[in-house]
């Protein structure tokens, strides 16, 4: 939550910290669209010129425009998912302190503000707003004016925060200098020619520089536009190695769709092709992108535990029928905040698989730290390179999805089953569970669902045109079974995200046993058929459902297989999708449901790509 950006350069004609870093911010608005401001240094002294706003980050550029602030040098700009406070001008960020000499911005949540704030309001300081950064701002303000350099008194007060927090801040007395620290909080540095960039991702700078380092836990970074210095708390150097990033600019631009959703959907296709690609080694099998597991590890794995939060764990439970059938490993799905209070039964037998887009869920980096506190080994399914679970996971298997912007996970989806599939067709070459020509089938079928996605988006006309006359239904219900099931509560999550519509997935199988009742006539119900070449009972079962709903008067919207007339027999509406092996369907059926949803958003007005009351990563517990 919250998208935070630094930019520091030469103080030349004035400086442009306030481009840079509203570009910045409108790449990273997708992290949080409460409020947003900005906080330059340079042009006074004395203080530091700030802006605020509650609202998105266009109401900020409006007031801009009407009201410039001085450019310079040195800037820092935040937009904010808020927690601590309403989202007012007031609880917008950069928050003041030393007299407006120091700006501060943050990311995450001060565990000890109270007792921070008690302290502080003990020894004079007024608070203007409610929220824990204000306070973070203050300890600082009165390090400063203690007698500190604005880097020694960020160590100092990192020191005495707790929590999780990435700030940033800048001082008016030293324009030429930009600091920043993180503890459990997300934080990239940019490297650029005679200028530094800092960001919650490098989406915000990568227009700028591709050449990227990470902060470590409880380090502080202290940039200059030629000089970028990283310490401990203490102040000990840390050497840190940058990375090229892989995403290009271009990526993250909408590239002629209306939203980023629209364009995220028909990136699928290469999504999928690029998490595939160039994964075989020498001897065909398949290569992590970081980090080592030991094969005698991964042979002796009695257990799997896939952790994810939203999106990321439906695909886990897509992942999970693949896996466990090709594998005979028993693999359980568990939602990441729920897997650590219970206790879990976790060995150096249990292999972890932690999945996540951004790769800086907190629920999912927490039980990974859970995880391998208990001794199992983890490998992380991330998207984002170099974010804290591709860290500190055992290993990591990138999904080459690109950037995803927005909030509501498409392509990110899709890639993240097709690198569990990957993952469970290693284990299962690995422990002998299949030949090597079986290995190679399921490749095969892999390499073949790109274009089928393209067919997919390609004959997309009739569920547009069935959600645009939807746009006034109250409740819609998707119904699924086997790889099915999970596809009808992405589905359904979907439509909750984005179109603000009562929304429930369930087994098809559950239906008897309580769910039915919901059905009245009219109702309208999504059900993902299976393939009628899949397992026979499986497709005959799910169209008894669907009658069974329909006999009720729910008006029935089937997903099916091309060629599937008895599924068309039972529906008010039918999607075919190509066929394909059944634990290969996912990677298809979804994509209706996608567009289902963006759709019926897009006919309401609403804003499909930053949902009210949502952020893309999810950075708090
Ligand atoms: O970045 P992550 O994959 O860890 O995020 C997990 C969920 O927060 C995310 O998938 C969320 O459910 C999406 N908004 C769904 O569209």
Not at 518 to 532: I, K, R, T
Request: hydrophobic share 45%.
């Amino acid at each position: 939550m919250c998208g935070i950006v630094g930019y520091i350069g030469k103080l030349g004609d004035g400086g442009r910290a306030q481009d840079v870093i509203m570009g910045g911010l409108a790449r990273l608005e997708y992290r949080g669209y409460d409020s947003a401001g900005i906080a330059v240094a340079g042009s006074d002294p004395e203080r530091v010129a700030t802006a605020k706003r509650a609202g998105k980050l266009a109401v900020l550029a409006d007031a801009l425009a009407d009201n410039p602030i001085a450019d310079g040098p040195a800037g820092i700009g935040h937009t904010r998912w808020a927690t601590h406070g309403p989202p007012t001008d007031a609880n917008a960020h950069p928050h003041l302190a030393a007299g407006g000499r120091i700006a501060i911005i943050h990311n995450g949540i001060i565990e000890n503000h109270n007792a921070l704030r008690n302290e502080l309001a003990g020894q004079g300081i007024d608070f203007l707003s409610d929220t824990d950064t204000e306070v973070a701002g203050h300890l600082l303000g009165s390090l400063v004016e203690s007698g500190l350099s604005l880097p020694d008194a960020m160590r100092a007060a990192t020191k005495r925060l707790e929590g999780a927090f990435t700030l940033l801040a800048v001082d008016a007395h030293d324009p030429h200098t930009v600091v920043g620290a993180r503890r459990n909080s997300p934080l990239v540095v940019g490297l650029g020619e005679g200028e530094n960039f800092l960001g919650s991702d490098v989406v915000a700078f990568i227009e700028h520089t591709r050449t990227a380092l990470e902060l470590g836990q409880d380090e502080v970074v202290v940039m200059t536009a030629d000089t970028v210095t990283v310490t401990d708390v203490n102040g000990e150097i840390v050497e840190r190695e940058s990375y090229h990033v892989d995403w290009d600019s271009a990526a993250a631009e909408k590239g002629g769709f209306d939203t980023f959703m629209d364009k995220e959907i028909h990136d699928q296709p290469a999504a999928v092709a690029d998490t595939l690609r160039g994964r075989l080694d020498e001897q065909g099998r398949l290569k992590l992108d970081e980090g080592i597991v030991d094969d005698y590890i991964l042979k002796s794995v009695d257990k799997i535990i896939i952790i994810a939060c939203g999106t990321a764990a439906y695909a886990g439970q897509v992942a999970r029928y693949a896996i466990e059938h090709w594998t005979r490993v028993p693999v359980e799905v568990e939602l990441a905040h729920e897997f650590r209070y219970r206790d879990p039964i976790v060995s150096v037998k249990t292999l972890v698989v932690a999945v996540s887009q951004s790769g800086e869920t907190m629920d999912t980096i927490m039980a990974v730290r859970h995880a391998q506190q208990q001794g199992a080994t983890v490998i992380g399914i991330v998207n984002a390179q170099g974010s804290t679970i591709a860290r500190e996971a055992d290993a990591v298997l990138y999904t080459r999805a690109g950037p995803e912007i927005a909030v509501a996970s498409t392509k990110a989806f899709l890639a993240q089953i097709t690198a569990g599939y990957l993952l469970g067709i290693y284990l299962a070459e690995l422990r002998g569970n299949k030949f090597p020509d079986e290995i190679d089938a399921l490749l095969r079928e892999l390499d073949a669902i790109p274009a089928k996605i393209q067919h997919v988006l390609d004959t997309a006309d009739p569920i547009r045109d069935v959600a645009r006359s939807m746009a006034d239904e109250r409740t819609v219900l998707f119904l699924g079974r086997h790889v099915g099931f999970p596809v009808a509560m992405e589905g359904a999550l979907k439509l909750k995200e984005l179109a603000y519509i009562h929304a429930e997935g369930f087994a098809a199988g559950e239906l008897k046993h309580g769910p039915i009742a919901l059905v009245e006539q009219d109702q309208p119900v999504f059900v993902v058929v299976p393939s009628p070449r899949g397992r026979e009972s499986l497709h005959a079962k799910v169209l008894s459902n669907v009658q069974e709903v329909r006999a009720r008067g729910a008006r029935t919207l089937v997903i099916a297989e091309e060629g599937d007339t008895e599924a068309a027999d039972h529906a008010a509406h039918v999607f075919y999708v190509p066929s394909a092996p059944v634990l290969m369907t996912p990677l298809l059926s979804v994509i209706p449901l996608q567009i289902f949803a963006l759709e019926l958003a897009a006919a309401k007005g609403y804003d499909v790509d930053q949902p009210r009351n949502l952020a893309k990563s999810v950075t708090v517990e």
